[in-house]
């Protein structure tokens, strides 16, 4: 049954992660101008992040009670702790490059996001197949 349960919560954050990085990031800033796009943005951010880092959390308690310790748990356990890193470390250097017009460092930093996110589906995919 814990088992059944950690399947749904990990579909549950791919499939969030799918319909943010698909739908809403690309229609956020094909409909909204750059002001309110980036206001947006940095609103919604951190909760995306932050209901992710949750659900994640949440399936590697799952596994740590049903003494699950395979490839799996070190999979959502990773999730997690990418959710955390780009969440309270990334994100506010990434506004900060953006804010200060730093292109060079906001381009990097905003690829590693990309990369980590793409990174996190991944393993999620993994998980649930």
Partial sequence: MYQLIAIYLLSAILGIMLFFSFVVAPVTFTSLNEENARKFIRKIFPYYYNVNLGIS?????????????????????????????????????????????????????????????????IFLIIILI
């Fill in 57 to 121: 959390i949440l399936v590697t308690l799952i596994f740590v009670f049903i003494k699950s310790f395979h490839l799996d748990f070190f999979l959502i356990l990773s999730v997690a702790l990418l959710f955390a890193l780009s969440n309270y470390i990334l994100m506010p250097l990434i506004n900060k490059y953006r804010d200060n017009n730093l292109d060079k460092k906001f381009k990097i930093s905003h690829f590693i996001s990309v990369v980590i996110n793409f990174l996190q589906m």
